[in-house]
């Protein structure tokens, strides 16, 4: 099982400031993820990276941008917040072992933009 | 890949066995079969995955049918804390094209 930490758990900030969500992984994966997930509501995915370097949008526009610096880490940065982004922002990693891809996922921040 | 088709909700006693169906009627031959699970307030945990064979793990059996059409996810003592949303999804591993679709998946909950 991969190991895979996001901070903070839990955020709440006023309108205009800027935030990192972190996530990192210790398993040594090249692809990891970014998913927005309302309450009750679908995962949507807004960013991937393939490996260092690599960063891709995802199927729902986002305001937030990522970088891949480290293959362990692939944190997610907003330069405004604004009450829209209130929302889960869902980290996560995948391998690829034996023709069978995997993903696991960190526990989430809540971000609350007020 | 292949989309999936899952009954919205569905309710099941504790202690018997919960039996979650999965529709894949356009999957393809080498698309994997995977179930997650995403209890409230936390992220996605996988389940199990397959691809034409049934499979067991210590958390679920997955059915698969012979066509790969459809497929059943079993919890054989399900327990409260079994209580989560269900995702069934199918992917081809590894291509880069397509990212894993999570959908509005089955709420299951588990009755005491």
């Known amino acids: 099982e991969a190991d895979i930490y996001q901070t903070p758990r839990y955020l709440v900030i006023g309108t205009g400031k800027k935030i990192t969500l972190e996530c990192s992984q210790t398993?040594?994966?090249?692809?990891m993820y970014w998913y927005q997930q309302d309450p009750g509501m679908e995962l949507h995915l807004i960013h991937y990276s393939y490996g260092v370097n690599s960063t891709e949008k995802g199927d729902l526009s986002s305001e937030s941008t990522v970088s891949r610096i480290r293959t362990e880490h692939f944190p997610l940065t907003l330069e405004s917040a604004r009450p829209s982004h209130t929302s889960q922002y869902l980290c996560?990693?995948?391998?690829?072992?034996?023709?069978?891809?995997?993903?696991?996922f960190g526990p989430g921040t809540r971000l609350l933009v007020l | 890949d292949a989309k999936t088709t899952q009954p919205t909700s569905m309710d099941c006693a504790e202690g018997r066995a919960a039996n979650l169906p999965c529709n894949h009627s356009t999957i393809s031959g080498n698309e994997y079969v995977y179930w997650y699970r995403q209890i409230h307030s936390q992220g996605p945990q996988y389940i199990i995955h397959?691809?034409?064979n049934n499979e067991t793990n210590e958390m679920a059996s997955l059915i698969i049918t012979e066509d790969r059409k459809s497929s059943t996810l079993i919890l054989p003592h399900a327990t409260l804390r079994d209580t989560a949303v269900y995702y069934c999804?199918?992917?081809?591993?590894?291509?880069?094209?397509?990212?894993?679709?999570f959908g509005t998946g089955t709420s299951l909950t588990v009755i005491p």
């Open positions: 999804i199918v992917r081809v591993a590894g291509y880069t094209g397509n990212q894993f679709y």
């Open positions: 397959g691809l034409k």
């Open positions: 996560a990693s995948s391998e690829v072992l034996g023709g069978k891809e995997t993903q696991y």
């Open positions: 398993m040594g994966h090249d692809k």
